[in-house]
């Protein structure tokens, strides 16, 4: 049934009239539109070594050398033919599929094949500086309801064990990791309440899970109740660690009736997540927000986001300095009806790759080559220490900051409820303390906040 649709969306392609594209459209179709008519899943690039990979559903995977001109099919194979995810350290790649995870050591040329102990799709993949590798799964091709949840290696593939202690379901979508070493992942799947969605966390590598049920907050408006029957469409980490999400779902408060949800969001820094709207275009319908797909953040400080829609689909830009979106979606042919979704990845240049998931086609941008780098402050308190960690009674802090507004502080235990907070007016150089004399011996998350500038540690209570 899977190849039918598949050989069906390739059918209809070949019908479509051919988009001439002019040199200053923002985006130019790649070699790789002629090279395969399989439709394109995801996309990476690696900046040191100028190699690009596409997985495709139905014809594994491409590389190109050369700025996505020309292409060669480096794996095909029943076991791995449909490709979700790929994931980079150095010359060494790995990609997601049905069969379980494909690993290459020389740049993609040559793979090996790596079976997990699941059948289901591998959909994230996710290397982390302390040298692990991590390995998303969920059923894909049934509603992305059931899952055999995440998936650990130590060794670069070749050994994977489970970490799914304490995930609310197994169903998981996508994985992110935080600058300060916290993990992320994207659920859903069957819960008491029904179909729902949550974002797990783990500060110990994945050994064991928090989760917290998303929620939507608008202004001053909180909606108490989570989403349900939603599909992701991304999960993203910010250069300032923010946390981006897009997906779409229903709402239903037991009280205003049920909506659709479907929205690019940013969820707040501190715990519980609460999911923060972020619009690409103006709408008076907050909930509604267009926002599905991608979403990428460039290196020299501009965004990427994606809206899945006719009209005013396709990619959409935020440049440096700017408050609002603009949509960029000119020399991208459409779907077959009419609607844009995209993914990205950028080179070490400036070029901007994307695709459209579901579609054959690599598309690629020079038009953020000479767009001004961004200057953001740096998001962590400069020259925070703290000690002694262990404590037993009182917790000192030094750190310099901005002195123009308070710095706010709370202590979370590992379930991530909160047991102390409070703040301190600002100064340049700053000596406090924080009392953790009644707290229970054990280890818990300190957060420091001041307006967009933040910064969690682990600490441990002990006598």
């Not at 002694?388 to 409820?417: E, H, K, R, W």
Request: aromatic share 14%; charged share 15%; glycine share 10%.
């Amino acid at each position: 049934m899977r190849i039918t649709q598949l050989l069906l969306i390739s059918f209809i392609y070949t019908l479509t009239p051919f988009q001439k594209l002019f040199a200053q459209d923002f985006w130019q179709s790649s070699g790789f539109i002629s090279a395969s008519m399989a439709p394109t899943f995801c996309i990476k690039h690696s900046t040191a070594n100028d190699v690009l990979l596409v997985g495709t559903l139905g014809e594994g995977l491409w590389r190109s050398i050369d700025g996505g001109q020309n292409w060669q099919q480096v794996f095909s194979g029943p076991e791995a033919n449909y490709v979700y995810s790929l994931e980079r350290y150095n010359n060494l790649w790995w990609a997601g599929t049905d069969g379980g995870i494909l690993r290459s050591s020389d740049d993609g040329q040559h793979w090996t094949f790596e079976a997990l102990a699941t059948t289901d799709p591998v959909m994230d993949l996710l290397y982390t500086p302390e040298g692990s590798l991590y390995a998303a799964t969920t059923d894909f091709w049934s509603g992305e309801l059931s899952g055999s949840g995440i998936f650990r290696s130590n060794d670069g593939g070749s050994q994977w064990f489970s970490v799914n202690q304490g995930l609310a379901s197994t169903a998981v979508r996508f994985l992110a990791r935080s600058s300060n070493g916290r993990l992320f992942a994207a659920l859903t799947g069957n819960s008491p309440q029904g179909e729902a969605v949550s974002l797990a966390y783990s500060d110990n590598g994945g050994a064991s899970w928090q989760n917290n049920p998303l929620r939507i907050r608008s202004g001053n408006d909180s909606f108490p109740a989570p989403v349900r029957a939603m599909e992701w469409h991304a999960l993203v980490v910010a250069p300032d660690d923010s946390l981006w999400i897009s997906f779409h779902g229903t709402y239903d408060d037991g009280q205003n009736g049920s909506f659709g949800v479907e929205f690019m969001a940013v969820t707040s820094h501190h715990l519980p997540y609460w999911i923060i709207p972020r619009a690409l275009t103006p709408s008076a319908w907050w909930w509604m927000q267009p926002g599905l797909a991608g979403i990428f953040f460039t290196q020299n400080g501009c965004q990427l986001g994606s809206w899945q829609g006719v009209a005013r689909g396709g990619p959409w830009l935020k440049s440096v300095g700017q408050n609002n979106f603009r949509n960029i979606k000119s020399g991208i042919i459409p779907s077959t009806d009419g609607w844009h979704f995209n993914r990205f990845t950028e080179d070490g240049g400036g070029r901007i790759y994307a695709i459209q998931p579901w579609e054959p086609g690599v598309y690629f941008s020079d038009s953020l080559r000479h767009s001004p780098l961004a200057l953001a402050p740096s998001n962590t308190f400069e020259t925070l220490k703290l000690g002694p960690n262990p404590s037993p009674d009182l917790l000192y802090l030094s750190f310099n900051c901005s002195a123009t507004s308070t710095v706010f502080y709370q202590i979370n235990n590992m379930q991530g409820q909160n047991v102390v907070s409070g703040s301190w007016p600002a100064q340049p150089q700053n000596e406090v303390q924080i009392d953790v004399s009644k707290l229970a011996p054990s280890t818990y998350l300190l957060q420091l906040r001041q307006d967009q500038r933040f910064e969690n540690r682990r600490i441990i209570v002990a006598r």
